[in-house]
């Protein structure tokens, strides 16, 4: 079967796993301490300030693990006290684990990355979401181990189902599904494989059973 892959998931794996350097002020890998003094903060009504600074910060801030003071485990870039810019958070070995995106101190995207370094997942948050709350908004992109990727398919408003045209691949690339979806409702099937529809069926019956006991739960929390 010929593998598809549509434009907007051509240019994700392009820049993915292209070897080029960042744009100017984007945190890169092999951060030193010894050049990269600690400075300490202090959020005051949620703006950064340097320890007995008045002036908002500007800049990078490296965190270090508590357990080797020379490994950088977060650098964080901020613009007049606000994280504006990458957020990076590294393994101890030096490789990027997860990259966060924020603009005026709001997180705007999340990439994960797996151990070896190539891109597990990128999605983007809707607005003012806290990144740990993990409601993703718009494009929506998995990659398999291998590099290949797994999902291709943007969030609708509930973060919970998707919109447009969503699409499933396997470990070699071939196609699993193709589908069309509108505001969270399946509309059209283009492909999909007797095991996908399978899995599909059986995963869309657990989400709308666990579904009716979130709404049930919040029902009984405002009563």
Same mark, same amino acid.
């Given at each position: 079967?010929?593998?598809? /892959?549509?434009?907007?998931?051509?240019? /994700?794996?392009? *820049?993915?796993?292209?070897?080029?350097?960042?744009?100017?002020?984007?945190?890169?890998?092999?951060?030193?301490?010894?050049?990269?003094?600690?400075?300490? *903060? =202090?959020?005051?009504? %949620?703006?950064? /300030?340097?320890?007995?600074?008045?002036?908002?910060?500007? %800049?990078?801030?490296?965190?270090?693990?508590?357990?080797?003071?020379?490994?950088?485990?977060?650098?964080?870039?901020?613009?007049?006290?606000?994280?504006?810019?990458?957020?990076?958070?590294?393994?101890?070995?030096?490789?990027?684990?997860?990259?966060?995106?924020?603009?005026?101190?709001?997180?705007?995207?999340? *990439?994960? #990355?797996?151990?070896?370094?190539?891109?597990?997942?990128?999605?983007?948050? $809707?607005?003012? @979401?806290?990144?740990?709350?993990? $409601?993703?908004?718009?494009?929506?992109?998995? /990659?398999?181990?291998? !590099?290949?990727?797994?999902?291709?398919?943007?969030?609708?408003?509930?973060?919970?189902?998707?919109?447009?045209?969503?699409?499933?691949?396997?470990?070699?690339?071939?196609?699993?599904?193709?589908?069309?979806?509108?505001?969270?409702?399946?509309?059209?099937?283009?492909? =999909? @494989?007797?095991?996908?529809?399978?899995?599909?069926?059986? #995963?869309? $019956?657990?989400? =709308?059973?666990?579904?009716?006991?979130?709404?049930?739960?919040?029902?009984? !929390?405002?009563?």
């Amino acid at each position: 079967m010929k593998r598809l /892959f549509p434009i907007s998931l051509t240019l /994700f794996v392009t *820049l993915s796993f292209t070897a080029c350097k960042p744009p100017e002020g984007w945190t890169t890998e092999g951060s030193s301490n010894s050049l990269n003094p600690v400075v300490e *903060l =202090e959020i005051r009504d %949620g703006v950064a /300030f340097a320890k007995d600074s008045d002036k908002p910060f500007s %800049g990078e801030h490296l965190e270090y693990y508590s357990s080797d003071a020379e490994k950088v485990e977060t650098a964080t870039t901020y613009v007049d006290g606000l994280k504006s810019g990458p957020e990076a958070h590294y393994r101890k070995n030096g490789m990027i684990s997860r990259e966060y995106g924020y603009h005026e101190g709001v997180a705007r995207y999340v *990439l994960i #990355r797996y151990d070896s370094g190539l891109v597990k997942m990128i999605s983007f948050y $809707q607005n003012e @979401t806290d990144p740990a709350a993990e $409601q993703f908004i718009g494009p929506h992109v998995r /990659f398999h181990e291998n !590099g290949f990727p797994s999902t291709n398919g943007i969030w609708a408003a509930d973060h919970k189902q998707w919109n447009k045209r969503f699409m499933q691949w396997d470990e070699s690339g071939e196609v699993l599904g193709d589908y069309l979806f509108d505001d969270g409702k399946l509309s059209d099937i283009y492909f =999909e @494989t007797d095991a996908q529809k399978k899995d599909r069926k059986e #995963r869309y $019956q657990w989400n =709308e059973e666990n579904l009716k006991k979130e709404q049930a739960a919040a029902s009984d !929390g405002e009563n």
